[in-house]
């Protein structure tokens, strides 16, 4: 006598919970990254420009920078700016685009995985491979200013500088994310975020505020100068920019540190939200 089949209700039926399952894909993620090629490469273009930075400011100290706030606000404020683009280019560009270029989305989508979970824990490995990065580069300057400046005078500045250009890496990881998501080629994630990020969205800013004569406060790289700024300007906390006149007359704004974390936030959240969109609703092939 054959023994009845008895359906269980799809409530009842045992899903991985997704936390486990971000917890596991990120550490699978990450251990990619480590493992890969492109992290040997960024990690020697980091260490590249911090011995530029280096043999600069032995060469030219005194001349360039005066004291530690001058040191960290001209170096800091700049160098890691671009260790967050690149970070964001090489980590991100091709996360979920890859999924669909090297067919790999295609099973992993057969699993009972939701998409929401691959694409936080992809973010999330990306974030943490970028922030190792950002700290490497840190690091090498921190070791800089202790042998000029003397290994008790960091500025407090120096964390909430770094606070800001991990929450600028944030927004930039999810714009990045989100243009990954629009297409379905690897190189296109690259080329567009490094164009836009390197040059866009600074030419975009100039045009806004030297020809409309506004506040750039809807263009990301408006509020990647607060980075820098802390170093400089301890009264520029609001949310308003500041003005003034340049060489040749054209207006010009700074971003308050309020406003810059605002923007930063905003764009991260937007970005990599409309991403994780695109990406529940595209079809594997």
Do not use: C
């Not at 997704?18 to 990450?30: A, I, M």
């Not at 929401?116 to 800089?144: D, E, P, W």
């Not at 800001?164 to 190189?187: E, P, R």
């Amino acid at each position: 006598m054959a023994t009845p089949t008895v359906a269980i209700p799809a409530t009842h039926r045992i899903v991985p919970d997704s936390l486990p399952q971000v917890l596991k894909l990120t550490r699978y993620q990450l251990r990619e990254y480590l493992r890969s090629r492109r992290f040997l490469a960024l990690l020697g273009i980091v260490v590249t420009i911090g011995v530029i930075l280096s043999a600069v400011v032995g060469h030219f100290r005194g001349v360039l920078v005066s004291d530690n706030l001058s040191f960290y606000g001209n170096f800091w404020g700049s160098g890691v700016y671009l260790v967050i683009v690149l970070s964001a280019v090489f980590f991100g560009g091709d996360a979920i685009a890859g999924e669909f270029q090297n067919k790999t989305g295609y099973f992993l989508m057969g699993l009972p995985i939701r998409r929401s979970t691959v694409y936080v824990a992809k973010f999330i490995a990306a974030f943490l491979a970028s922030t190792a990065m950002v700290l490497l580069f840190l690091v090498i300057l921190v070791g800089n200013g202790a042998f000029y400046f003397g290994g008790g005078l960091f500025p407090w500045q120096l964390a909430l500088s770094l606070v800001l250009a991990i929450a600028y890496l944030a927004a930039v990881l999810g714009a990045t994310f989100l243009f990954s998501s629009l297409f379905k080629t690897s190189a296109y994630g690259f080329v567009l975020t490094a164009i836009l990020f390197l040059f866009g969205f600074s030419i975009l800013e100039s045009l806004v505020s030297g020809l409309i004569k506004i506040e750039p406060w809807m263009v990301i790289s408006y509020a990647q100068s607060t980075i820098g700024g802390v170093f400089f300007s301890t009264t520029n906390w609001g949310f308003h920019g500041t003005i003034s006149a340049g060489v040749f007359g054209n207006t010009m704004y700074t971003a308050g540190i309020g406003e810059g974390i605002v923007i930063m936030v905003a764009y991260f959240l937007v970005t990599a939200l409309l991403g994780l969109f695109l990406f529940e609703r595209e079809e594997f092939s």
